[in-house]
């Protein structure tokens, strides 16, 4: 059963309006407003599937009333006739339309025209219900293949995270670590949810690129030649060789390519300087350089986080963006920041 809402101050019209639909289309349901306001709030109460607008109406009359209902999302789709017996000229009509009526009849008019224009109008509501109702399934349907996919995404930047401990047994903890840092800094400055969680599985597996350099050079308790440091210094490159074919929906292939470059240019493997360098890309160099110097190395023992955070200082604006270093010396200095163990920590989601 089909319901309309009849909006007009004139009690006498109403009945008539009753009366017609009783006779005519006895099936449908009619409920009655005297005013603009109570018209609109019953159309967001009871949600007719159409409306009869009286145009000339006290206080709000129904050009206003049909903009309301139009601008209203919860509303918007139901199909307006605009009656009048005041304005029968054509530029009443089009200020009707242009208001968002669907429909207009001026009276005196016939029941088989009204009761026409009803069903008309029964009729466009009815099909576009249904194609909004398709297309919300559709996209429902889009989402969780989304869902479904990210998931995948995620499994599988999570499977890349534990061949690379399984690989190098001393870092073993230390990508989610960094993954920590990175996020609580990304969270600081304001990145957006999807930069968020790019940053977070770059870090996760920053160090990918390795998997091209032999473990005894990772390893190597000495100073490397430069011919093992340059060998060392392609892993961005190889990293970004892995990753930059994966359809994942985040740049994580770019920001782990450039987490080696400086502010000053001096970085590598592309010499990039200040805004040529992804703000994702400037956090995980910040919090790359932190968990390496606070973890033991073959080559040297662990530094204190005083160093670390002297270190920052003393390259801030340099090697390391000014931002991030003042973010992450605020959350360790004031904040109390503190790592998880890998178990404890969720990633961002």
């Known amino acids: 059963m089909s319901t309309i809402l009849a909006i007009d101050d004139n009690q006498d019209n109403l009945l008539v309006l009753g009366a017609y639909l009783k006779q005519y289309l006895p099936s449908h349901r009619l409920i009655k407003a005297q005013s603009g306001s109570e018209g609109i709030e019953k159309t967001i109460t009871e949600k007719p599937d159409t409306i009869l607008l009286d145009v000339n109406m006290p206080g709000m009359d129904g050009y206003t009333v049909c903009r309301k209902l139009k601008k209203n999302s919860q509303t918007k789709h139901i199909p307006v006739i605009m009656i009048t017996a005041i304005h029968t000229d054509i530029e009443s009509k089009v200020k009707g339309i242009d208001a968002g009526a669907d429909a207009f009849i001026y009276k005196p008019f016939q029941p088989a025209e009204l ?25 429902e349907k889009v989402r969780e293949r989304t869902r479904a996919l990210e998931n995948s995404q995620r499994a599988a930047i999570q499977t890349i995270a534990r061949i690379l401990e399984i690989r190098d047994p001393h870092s073993s903890g230390v990508q989610y670590q960094i993954a920590q840092l990175s996020e ?75 987490h080696h470059e400086n ?29 390496a110097m606070l973890s033991h190395r073959p080559y040297r023992s662990q530094y204190s986080l005083d160093e670390v955070l002297q270190e920052l200082k003393e390259n801030s604006d340099k090697i390391y963006d000014a931002q991030v270093v003042d973010v992450c010396i605020e959350l360790f200095k004031k904040e109390n920041f503190s790592f ?10």
């Open 263 to 291: 502010i000053d240019g001096s970085g590598y493997p592309d010499g990039l300087k200040g805004n040529e360098i992804l703000l994702e890309a400037k956090i995980l160099r910040v919090t790359d350089t932190v968990v």
């Open 184 to 258: 609580a800094i990304g969270r600081k400055v304001g990145l957006a949810k999807k930069q968020l969680e790019g940053l977070t599985y770059a870090a996760l597996i920053n160090d990918i690129g390795k998997l091209s350099i032999p473990t005894d050079i990772l390893n190597k308790p000495g100073k490397l030649t430069n011919i093992e440091y340059n060998l060392v210094k392609q892993h961005p490159c190889s990293a970004y060789k892995m990753l930059r074919d994966l359809p994942y929906p985040w740049p994580i292939a770019d920001i782990i390519l450039q």
């Open 115 to 139: 009761i026409s224009q009803i069903k008309v109008m029964l009729r466009i509501k009815k099909a576009e219900d249904r194609l909004r109702e398709e297309k919300e399934t559709l996209e």
């Open 340 to 349: 998880l163990s890998k178990e404890k920590y969720e990633l961002v989601s």
